[in-house]
């Protein structure tokens, strides 16, 4: 070999290696290792690779964003599942959509269907008007997205379980009525009329208004996204602009792509608990009990049969009653929703309430509207059944109180 050739080889070879450790220190830099207990993201164990292989298809269209030419729109709140509830995190509030109608004030509402209601889709492509609150809405829901993890396994707890919670009249006479949200299943879900007077038992979203990922997913399609499904064909638009046909024949997105993100939203794994074994999350947790915080925010509940293995029979550790709560004035929206009251909220699952800044550039929001940052105002903002049990925790000790928060944040 002659100089010259040593020569270019010694220069190629420490061109690479100079080119092996950019890389190496912008992979450092860039995507600094993320601990598995600081992430909402990630398949609950036990899936085969098949599931594995569904989990991440779903992964994929859960944070597929949209354009015109996909058929997002005419109207719309934001162009991808992941747009709003940003790495299966709550949403920011920059992202909250609202929902209106007009309140009769007898339990009973019109929907403003004619003027757009029940959802405000405040987008919309160009050339075609977004819609606006019209000045008849007395009743305007302001609600971030939800975290959207554990949801498979909160989905494959028995109604049973959920309904022994129940004290609609209070009559253990404790000050707290956990009501059941019950709802007529949408006709597109193609169900039989449900076991309680022909309806189901509601469980998710803010007001526990659907009864199943599937409704949850269509819907969020159809009315946060404008993007049809075979389950729902028809485009959502603005009704005083009239229909407007976007270039994307119906439907938009395939039975597929619903199944594998229904899929991947019933197996995301809820957060990994932290700092168990931490002195005041241990002394936190006896105190949330002791104060009974856990009347609402049962601590634990066993999932039934599921077809997929790896949710059949296991405990969940929800910290929710999946029960709707009169919380108060301050809280109230004046919004009616099912069984839902102008006061009444499902109680929140408890968990990643440690981490859920992560996805909200370093902030944390917390309540159906994130109107909060910080969590002892959360917690002071109960009100309603739950004003009795939050006077207790405010006439804690400071110690005791910061224990409580600790442990909120180990969830
Ligand atoms: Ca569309
Ligand atoms: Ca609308
Ligand atoms: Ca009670
Ligand atoms: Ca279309």
């Known amino acids: 070999m002659s100089k010259k050739y040593i020569y270019n080889y010694l220069v190629i070879f420490s061109l690479s290696l100079a080119l092996v450790a950019v890389f190496h220190s912008c992979d450092f830099f860039l995507t600094p290792p993320v601990a598995d207990d600081e992430t909402l993201d990630g398949p609950i164990e036990g899936l085969t690779s098949d599931q594995l292989r569904m989990f991440f298809l779903g992964d994929e269209q859960f944070n597929k964003v ?63 008007p977004a819609e606006t609150i019209p000045p008849e809405a007395n009743a305007i829901s302001v609600r971030s997205g939800p975290i959207v993890v554990g949801l498979g396994l909160i989905e494959a707890i028995s109604d049973s379980t959920i309904l022994a919670y129940a004290d609609p009249n209070d009559q253990n006479n404790d000050g707290i009525s956990g009501k059941p949200q019950l709802i007529s299943a949408p006709s597109f879900l193609n169900l039989p009329p449900g076991p309680y007077g022909g309806k189901y038992l509601g469980r998710f979203g803010r007001k526990a208004g659907a009864i199943n990922l599937l409704q949850q997913t269509v819907e969020a399609y159809h009315q946060d996204i ?23 024949p119906d439907p938009e997105v395939t039975s597929n792509t619903v199944q594998f993100v229904v899929f991947y939203l019933k197996t995301l794994k809820p957060p990994i608990r932290r700092m168990q074994n931490d002195l005041k999350v241990i002394a936190g947790n006896t105190k949330f009990n002791e104060i009974g915080c856990n009347r609402c925010h049962v601590p634990s509940m066993q999932t039934g049969y599921s077809p997929i293995n790896a949710l059949s029979y296991k405990q969940v550790n ?17 919004f009616i929703e099912g069984k839902a009251n102008e006061r009444e909220w499902r109680t929140t699952p408890l968990w990643g309430l440690g981490i859920i800044h992560n996805a909200t550039g370093g902030m944390p929001f917390y309540m159906h509207d994130g109107r909060t940052s910080d969590l002892i105002e959360a917690i002071r903002l109960h009100g309603g059944e739950a004003e009795a049990i939050k006077q207790a925790f405010m006439n804690l000790g400071e110690t005791d109180r910061q224990n409580v928060i600790a442990f909120l944040k180990s969830l």
């Open 66 to 128: 949209f354009s015109f030419n996909e058929g997002l729109g005419p109207i719309f709140n934001n162009t991808a599942c992941g747009s709003c509830h940003v790495d299966d995190g709550k949403s920011h509030p920059s992202a909250n959509l609202k929902r209106f109608q007009k309140n009769l004030g007898n339990g009973t509402y019109d929907p403003l269907t004619e003027l757009g209601g029940l959802q405000l889709q405040d987008k919309s492509i160009p050339g075609y």
């Open 226 to 248: 404008g993007i049809t499904t075979d389950l729902i064909p028809s485009e959502n638009y603005n009704p005083l602009a009239g229909g407007y046909i976007d270039p994307v």
């Open 318 to 334: 929800l910290y929710s009653d999946m029960l709707l709560h009169d919380m108060g004035d301050e809280l109230a929206d004046n």
